[in-house]
């Protein structure tokens, strides 16, 4: 059973820093994708960074230049380093990861989410 737990989330004044951190558990696997979406209060959840096998990333527009999405394969980890936090920033943070797997000539996709992590932004 494939589980992500996220950590490092809290509070912080604005312009302070973050790194969240995820791991998965569960067996033997490899994530196509992974990263992070975020929720705050009345909005709907949102990618925030994620992270392909191939090496290429995505960045929300909003946090580009101030957030950075790394990942340790062997490990099935993923980071989210996050930098002059704003309090528009506050959100509960998820871990996402997402394998794929070849079925004949069908390939299916299954998505694990973690249970989320506060990381809130205030003065």
């Known amino acids: 059973q494939v589980q992500l737990a996220e950590s490092g989330g809290g509070l912080v004044q604005p312009g302070g820093s973050l790194r969240l951190s995820c791991a998965a558990s569960?067996?033997?696997?490899?994530?196509?994708?992974m990263g992070w979406y975020r929720q705050a209060p009345g909005r709907q959840r949102e990618l925030v960074a994620a992270?392909?096998?191939?090496?290429?990333?995505n960045y929300a527009e909003s946090v580009k230049g101030g957030f950075a999405v790394s990942r340790n394969y062997a490990e099935n980890t993923v980071y989210l380093q996050m930098n002059s936090l704003r309090p528009e920033d506050t959100a509960v943070y998820y871990c996402y990861g997402q394998i794929g797997s070849w079925s004949g000539i069908y390939y299916n996709t299954n998505d694990y989410w973690g249970l989320g992590t506060q990381v809130t932004v205030s003065s």
């Open positions: 992270s392909t096998l191939e090496g290429r990333t």
């Open positions: 569960g067996g033997s696997f490899t994530f196509n994708s």
